[in-house]
């Protein structure tokens, strides 16, 4: 649809599964998903129990929000197929827009779910009248990736 | 928490363009679900919540309602207001919720909860003193009335997460117990409160979790975009694709008879509407309406030609000098050396997620509009002035955005064309969707701008003379002319201020000059996530490099002894180096690029680490950004606005606007670059805070972000990046 995307266009603000895999419903004939399992982010969980869910709130990934169904809907489909994904399969995968910019999050949102070990999420330094301490935002493993590199 | 959600709606919670696109398709999948509400959860909370005072309602079950009169479109701004209201009350965290104010009972209550504007980074800043003194206000009140029903002196209750409590006799109650009658006493005077010192701050400061995250995760959160109102039309819309450019006629015969459409409506003397039941219908028709324009007399512009007429401005004798320090043309006339760069960037769009949309529902003595606006009063009084209602007859419920970042601000060009569609049609809600074509064409973009960068150094190597000319395009020649005083627009010169307090120039020099000549466009303008201090940031920041380089020094050497009277801009940069470690070794075919700016009050710098291949591919592998934003609120949300910044900035490296024909030629997603997972870096955020001052979060740091890339693409490949997009100097972000 032309008011989130239109196929080529598309940012993928409107994906939807169907039968397990990602797409982006604007591209979707009504006849290509008769028949198939659709499945909304409403239908990932309805409590949002799902472990992509659990670990966007863990991380609190969103900021407006807008593009964040569809950025769990895409999380939730590369974890289907890999459940150990690395950062090249995270961003070979994820390539719905944020306007926002919560790439750094979702990244750590996405190897938190998958249990990679290789969760980062913001790192933040305080530098206060002296006293330096690093705080963890998010949870203890944000300082792993303190010294780490994007691949 | 929306209170803009009304009795009667019906709110669609699926994924909507898939239904809409069933629908179109008369596919038989029926995925709605419309979910019948009574009555919104805020009315609900607000019917059995008890106001202590403006900023603070309580629940007998001892839910403390904070009241936020600004708007959440991301940056956090909710959770920072709550977490400042509930620093002084002294509540209980876990039981904290929100309500927004809407426009209307502001301004019913003679604006009581203040401005409502959320833009220049302004959100807590503005407003951090009296929403404590509202928290404080309350907690003072809940006290009295406990002390009044033990018949106690106040001096002997202590209070901490929302009990009551008396150490003697051991008797405690709750916020819910005594909020009605610490309703009925008189607030105390806000001035003579005293707030907490930032020393005892328990939840000021800490990284608590976002209240709005819960709900969108699990696709609950409503967008304006997502309404459904029962029998509402849908509205698509074409504004002439010349600006300035009218409106001549469209033959509405030609679409009347086609799938779901109502009609077509002129909607000013330069835009046509069609209207029809689903917004796909009214696209489709609106595509196929013959609509002859008269494009007028910038039908020829192109960027080229807007290009050429911003050069004009970079020798001329036209411009104003904000700061004029010593003699600049003698200075770098006598230097030892002197270097002489042009930089040039060009327009670059909002494209905010959610389009540009508005439902409008108008009656003979009602006028009601749901919208994104980062300004619910501008709202309200576009509304008034386009439906003819007065101010008390009319409502804006506005909604949490799909992104802002200054779009959605003063012009409020999207209520007049509601409101004029829905004209057309009584007493029938209407809504008006902009395509994302609409949206990039007919936005408000950064102006564009050039600049021409003289220096000259002295034989140790320092700067003795720097000659900034900008050339551009100004917003308030465009927005607000009363703000251009005898022809002097400062405003275009944000971030290279003398005036300490917002956005001060950084640097000491003895031959200074920087001034502004204005180049306007038949482009409309406005502000853009870290309006002007971008563009000038970028000016600055790069051609310092290049003066540092001709200086022989290294960056960060070369600035420092520029900047001792300035601590603060220092403190930050020195922070931020140290944690980015400048000087130390880095990886093969590694190079650091850094930057310093001020802007929205906060002191900021960056360092970025970036590779380039022979091919021109730039890889930026890491960024280090650090604030002195004063005082800071909640770290984590410090942290995704600096990490957001640094993707909005790289959005400008990504992508601009160009014109031909008078028309904007980025239409699309396709065409207008956004920057994608793979090319973030790892980010990491510095606090550096001085507790002295309240300084911006959302913006500031994009003005060093863009600059710390670019200078560290000058130090791997030896040559300046002088032009954006990148693609205009070779080069592509990988
Ligand atoms: S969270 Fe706003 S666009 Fe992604």
Redesign the interface.
Known sequence: ??????N????G??S?HIDGEVMR??S????F??GKR?V???GL????SHPV?KA??EY??????????GQ?MAAAALLRKKPKPSDAD???A??N???????????AAIHAAAGTGKA?G????????GADSV?A??DDRAQA??S???A | MNTAIPRDATVD??????I???AA?G???A?G?HLPLGASTAEAAEASATEVDLWVAIRPDDTCVIRIARVE????TRTGLAQLVAEELECDWNKVTTEMITAQRNYARKRAWGNMVTAGSRGIRDSHDYVRRGGAAARLMLLQAAANEWQLPVAELTVANGVIRHQASGRSTSFGKVAAAAAKLTPPDPKTIKLKSPRDWKLITK?V??L????????K?I?A?DLKLPDMLNAAIKDCPVFGGKLVSFDETKVKSMRGVRGAVRVNDSTVAVVADT??HA?KALDALPVVWDEGEHAKVSSASIAAHLKTGLASDDAFADTLVGDTTKAIGAAAKKVEAVYAVPFVAH?????MNCMVKLSTDKAEIWLPTQNAEASLAALSSASGLPLEKCEVHSM??????GRRIGVQDVVRQGVAIAKAFPGVPVKL?W???EDLMHDFYRPIAQARMEAGVDDQGSLVALHVRVSGQSINAFANPAAIKDGKDVRQLQGLWKQPGDAQFGYTVPNLRIEYAMRNTHLPVGPWRGVNCNQNGIFLECFMDEAAKLAGKDPLAFRRPLMDRHPKHLGVLN?TA??AGWGKPLPRGVFRGIAQFMGYASYVAAVA?VSVSAKGEVKV??MVL?TNCGHFVN??T???QV??????GF?SLLTGITVQNGRVVEQ???RYG?????Q??????????T?DFWGGVGEPTICVAVPAVLNAIFAATGKPVRTLPLALSGLTLI
Request: with cysteine; proline share 4%; net charge neutral.
């Open positions: 649809m032309g008011m989130r995307s239109r080529e266009k598309c940012f603000a409107c939807v419903s604007c979707i004939p009504v006849a998903a008769a659709v909304t982010i409403e969980s309805r409590d949002g869910q966007w709130r609190d990934v969103p900021q407006c929000g807008y593009c964040q169904s769990i995270i961003d070979e994820m390539t827009i944020c306007r926002c910019g919560t790439y750094q999050r979702i990244r980062g913001s790192v933040i330094h305080v530098v206060d009248a705080v935002a998010i990736s303190a780490g590199r994007s | 919670l699926a994924r909507r363009h898939f809409v696109r069933c398709a596919g038989g999948l995925l679900l479109m991301g940056q956090g990284p979790k976002r709005d995250t819960a709900d969108k995760v699990v696709g959160q967008y975009i917004w796909w696209q494209a905010c997620m959610e389009p949490d955005l799909g992104g802002g970042f969707t395509s994302r074509e922070a140290e944690k680490e592998h890491r650090g770290t984590a410090v942290a995704a990490e957001g910044s640094v993707a909005y959005d699309n997603f396709d956004i920057a994608r997972m793979a973030m870096p790892t980010i990491e955020t510095v606090i550096a805070p507790h």
